[in-house]
């Protein structure tokens, strides 16, 4: 679904606004349909997937948990629609904070059991990718498809607008994937990774401005004469399905694109192909970094070394 | 990439004899709301100086007030972001000296290469004096918190965007 409906980003009219647009369809909700249910409508339509300490939070047409021991339990997904992506923290185990289709995120404190809908503030679009600040458990970030990245700093209580979509090739572009990523900017804070239609981008946490990411270490070795680091950035042009970095090494990036899996040791600047299967979705262990499972084509998959080796995940 | 290393700290260098130049002009020792620009005091005239040039040079797009532009969070139809304020509800208190210094005088193209911006190259339009006293300006407004943070990402050498 986020693979499908990521790759023709809807340009809402350069002419009528932004909010124009949300509050037409707001409006509108009673008379027509909307592109996305606005419902209650049970279910969760993912891909998504995330780890809650040991344990693997599923969103694949339904939601379930698997505690680790291979088995998998279905639980009761947010009444308030199907889910588009999920985001935890090592910090604060059995929170699962997960982005709806039809608008706004949903919280469960209790691994994925009881939900509650935390979209006070935010506009009613899809909440196509979400994340929790490494530096910061209660922060969330949440990416709203024909918006912008919004954040939270009380668990989803309140949103504001953190910063508009990124524009590249000329459009703004939406968000399909986030990461909040534990490695200084130089500005206060630390970075926050986001995936598009069109490949990677980056902003600080203050939110000055979208920017390309780049070798950290360039100005000093330019400054000191060594040569050049060198980049090996992902494929251009591809959607980025999923990203995460690792809790325990912030610098372990994981992406999921249609191309495959790929890794990164330097946050981002030199990438690797780890699996060539149309890849949907992945998650990193919060301890071990090497521990990274995906959704893919072929169905769910885990490596415990980095991607070098991969074994079917089965779900019952 | 190169270029820009050597002219990056060209710039440090260049606003630190600035600095030091306005201070021994008025006699060095007048400290203003203990405001600093790179690591030097600054004088209640360069803060005149400084809210003069703002006025002059900066207001008509980052406000009278240093408010920013209306909505500035927001893309304009051309791609391009709003000015932001630079009060403490902006980002400006995120920058190093150096990079505030840098992003005067260059552009934001001097702290993210390839950057398009409306943010104006102030290079040609004034002397290092006119940018670190303006500068130097804003930074007085901020309230304790912001300035705080703001002296240690300088302190850090914070090289940012």
């Known amino acids: ?316 | 990439m190169r270029r820009n290393v050597i002219l990056l700290s060209a710039i440090a260098v260049s606003a630190l004899a600035a600095i030091a130049a306005s201070a021994q002009l008025q006699g060095g020792d007048v400290r203003a709301q203990d405001v600093t620009f790179l690591g030097q005091p600054v004088t209640s005239e360069q803060i005149a100086l400084g809210q003069k040039v703002y006025g002059e040079y900066c207001a008509s797009c980052h406000g009278v007030n240093l408010e920013g532009q209306p909505d500035w969070k927001r893309r304009l139809e051309n791609g391009r972001m709003p000015a932001p304020p630079h009060d403490e509800s902006g980002h400006t208190w995120h920058h190093s000296d150096q990079d505030l210094f840098a992003i005067t005088k260059l552009g934001v193209g001097g702290v993210v290469p390839g950057y398009e911006s409306d943010m104006l190259a102030f290079g040609e339009i004034l002397s290092d004096e006119e940018i670190a006293a303006v500068l130097a300006f804003i930074k007085s407004t901020w309230p304790e918190r912001q300035r705080d943070v703001q002296a240690r990402i300088t302190a850090k050498e914070g090289g940012g965007s």
């Open chain 1, 1 to 316: 679904m986020k693979d499908t409906n990521m790759t023709t980003t809807p340009r809402y009219s350069t002419r009528l606004s932004r909010r124009a647009f949300l509050g037409a369809m707001v409006t509108g909700a009673g008379l027509i349909g909307l592109p996305f249910s606005l419902r209650a409508a049970p279910g969760a339509t993912g891909p998504a997937i995330a780890f809650d300490g040991d344990a693997l939070i599923l969103a694949q047409d339904t939601l379930s948990r698997s505690d680790g021991d291979g088995g998998w339990i279905e639980l009761s997904a947010p009444a308030v629609g199907s889910i588009l992506s999920l985001a935890t923290h090592p910090g604060r185990p059995g929170r699962i904070a997960a982005g709806l289709a039809g608008g706004g995120i949903a919280l469960s404190e209790d691994g994925g059991h009881r939900w509650e809908a935390r979209s006070q503030g935010l506009p009613d679009a899809p909440a196509a990718a979400v994340t929790v600040a490494a530096a910061e458990p209660d922060t969330i970030y949440a990416a709203i498809r024909g918006d912008g990245l919004w954040k939270s700093e009380d668990a989803g209580r309140s949103w504001a607008l953190a910063m508009d979509r990124p524009w590249l090739a000329d459009a703004e572009r939406d968000l399909t994937a986030l990461a909040s990523v534990d490695l200084a900017t130089g500005m206060g804070g630390i970075w926050i990774y986001a995936g598009t239609e069109l490949g990677l981008t980056r902003v600080p946490d203050c939110f000055c401005r979208w920017q390309d990411v780049q070798p950290g270490d360039a100005m000093d070795a330019l400054a000191s004469g060594k040569p050049a680091p060198s980049e090996a950035p992902l494929p251009e042009g591809e959607t980025i399905n999923g990203l995460v970095s690792a809790p325990s090494l912030p610098t372990r990036l994981y992406a999921a694109l249609p191309s495959g899996i790929w890794e990164s040791q330097d946050a981002g600047v030199v990438w690797s192909q780890k699996l060539n299967t149309r890849a949907l979705a992945v998650a990193v262990h919060p301890t071990n970094a090497d521990h990274v499972v995906a959704i893919t084509r072929d169905g769910l998959v885990e490596s415990r070394d980095g991607g070098a080796n991969w074994t079917a995940l089965g779900r019952a």
